[in-house]
């Protein structure tokens, strides 16, 4: 049985590159055409895939249904909380977890430091989207025409001296954060808070949030801080993975068995 249900997944994304006829999926598949012909049936029948006038067959409208609702229900915030109280109880240090929505980039989550140090933000308030790391993020997967219209109708407040001042150097901000896929805000907003940050990307590659470190210079340094840009990365791809639902080398294992 699991070896039928692995036959007729491997279908769908045979059928994502194009329509495909009887002979070319049974030959993709290894099989004989009256097994791929039950397997296409089975599928057609949950309208997952579609067969077409000239006997080809296509993926189905129902599969695109399925996704859009999958897609709509997920909950990023919930799927990476476990996550970011994870990394906070490893590193101690505030996390945030940001979206973009409506030309705002607002905080939906946030761990609190285990130090006495303390920082103001609070969840669903916009986040000074010229300089914190998240917003460098979100905004940096823009497409580059709305990406430019955006950063031209922004205003940039000095906030401190390490600000950035204009839409043509956020522009090169951006540039750069998305070709090296993190971002800092080192004193950006505030002289002694720094801030690192990575994305969270959904299935297609895109960034549907951005995840965050901050401390204050008095509990850390800022090159101290850049040292835990590999474990904020990695954690950010933990819950790239879970949100996109790719199955892990472990997962696929599944658990290994001590060996005395």
């Known amino acids: 049985m699991s070896q039928t249900v692995d036959r007729a997944l491997s279908i769908l994304p045979l059928l994502a590159q194009g329509p495909a006829d009887l002979g070319q999926v049974a030959e993709r598949l290894g099989v004989h055409k009256s097994t791929a012909l039950r397997l296409l049936r089975t599928l057609h029948e949950h309208g997952l895939v579609y067969r077409q006038q000239d006997q080809r067959y296509r993926l189905g409208a129902r599969l695109f249904a399925l996704a859009q609702e999958a897609v709509e229900n997920l909950d990023v915030r919930e799927i990476a909380h476990p996550h970011l109280v994870a990394l906070n ?7 945030h977890l940001a979206v973009y929505e409506e030309s705002e980039v607002l905080y939906i989550d946030k761990v609190e430091s285990r130090y006495p140090v303390r920082m103001y ?5 916009p986040v000074a ?3 914190a790391a998240v917003a460098k993020l979100l905004l940096a997967d823009l497409p580059e025409a709305e990406r430019r219209t955006l950063a031209e109708k922004l205003d940039y407040p000095m906030y401190t001296s390490r600000s950035i001042p204009n839409s043509a150097a956020f522009l090169k901000e951006l540039a750069v954060v998305r070709e090296q896929g993190w971002a800092t805000d080192l004193g950006g ?23 965050s470190v901050s401390a204050p210079n008095v509990v ?5 801080l850049l040292t835990l840009l590999p474990v904020v990365r990695r954690t950010a791809d933990a819950i790239s993975r879970e949100y996109s639902g790719v199955v892990s080398p472990q997962q696929k294992t599944g658990p290994q068995k001590e060996v005395s």
Do not use: F, L
Request: glycine share 12%; with cysteine.
């Open 89 to 95: 109880e490893q590193i101690g240090h505030t996390i």
């Open 121 to 125: 933000s609070r969840i669903g308030k």
């Open 129 to 131: 989207i010229t300089v």
């Open 189 to 211: 907003h505030e002289e002694s808070i720094n801030c690192i940050g990575a994305p969270v990307r959904g299935a297609d590659g895109r960034v549907v949030a951005a995840m």
């Open 220 to 224: 850390v340094t800022a090159e101290e």
